[in-house]
């Protein structure tokens, strides 16, 4: 299994500024994706976070809202940028750990005023 | 497109009350369907992935089945300690990696 930790576990942010979480994963992992989920629903894939080079971005979501840097195996990084109330959710890193198995870290509960 | 729905949305339970849950799915190509428990404040946790037509998967009270439109996740003899809600997702074969979430079921149960 993989252990995945990540931070700020909450924060509440005025609009207008960035926020970067970061993601950890215990474990070198074939992939590393960024999910959302919104109060009450449920899960949305960001992008999958390319170790080296650009993310690879969903319909719906684009690079400069949602710069994502992976500079190892291990680490992942996500930066909410210029932020609105509509992005306020929990910000979820996964880590696939081989072909069948897929975990998730305990979320960034994010609010923006 | 990709599409999951789960169902019901919300199940109560008498400690005890076995019952099932339901993830329908349409796919061009199914992958992998994987399951997971989500508890308030948590990120979801992996319980199992199914690859085929006919699979099972068990773990503690709950047995995982595919058919090829839908999975059920079967909660045998439920404790209180089972109440979370439940998610399934699709890994299609056009889609790479990605992974598709249905709605979820909440899952209550009551001692």
């Known amino acids: 299994s993989a252990v995945i930790s990540q931070k700020p576990s909450r924060d509440i942010c005025q609009r207008g500024t960035s926020l970067t979480i970061q993601c950890q994963v215990d474990s070198q992992v074939t992939m590393m994706f960024w999910y959302r989920q919104q109060p009450g629903q449920s899960l949305t894939l960001i992008a999958t976070?390319?170790?080296?080079?650009?993310?690879?971005?969903e319909s719906g979501f684009v690079i400069d809202k949602f710069p994502i840097s992976r500079p190892n195996l291990t680490f992942s990084t996500l930066t909410v940028s210029n932020m609105s109330p509509e992005d306020s959710s929990i910000y979820l890193c996964?880590?696939?750990?081989?072909?069948?198995?897929?975990?998730f870290g305990p979320g960034t509960r994010l609010t923006v005023l | 497109e990709d599409q999951v729905t789960q169902s019901p949305e919300a199940l109560r339970l008498q400690e005890g009350e076995s019952s099932s849950l339901n993830c329908s799915y349409t796919?061009?190509?199914?992958?992998?369907l994987f399951w997971y428990r989500q508890d308030p404040g948590k990120g979801p946790e992996f319980l199992f992935t199914l690859y085929s037509a006919g699979e099972e998967k068990e773990k503690e009270r709950l047995k995982a089945t595919l058919t090829k439109k839908e999975s059920f996740l079967h909660i045998t003899a439920p404790k209180p300690e089972d109440s979370a809600t439940y998610l399934c997702?699709?890994?299609?074969?056009?889609?790479?990696?990605?992974?598709?979430f249905g709605g979820g079921t909440r899952v209550l149960v009551k001692p």
């Open positions: 997702a699709v890994q299609a074969e056009a889609a790479g990696n990605k992974l598709t």
């Open positions: 976070a390319n170790q080296g080079s650009e993310a690879t971005y």
């Open positions: 996964s880590g696939r750990l081989a072909a069948d198995t897929q975990y």
């Open positions: 796919v061009s190509g199914l992958r992998g």
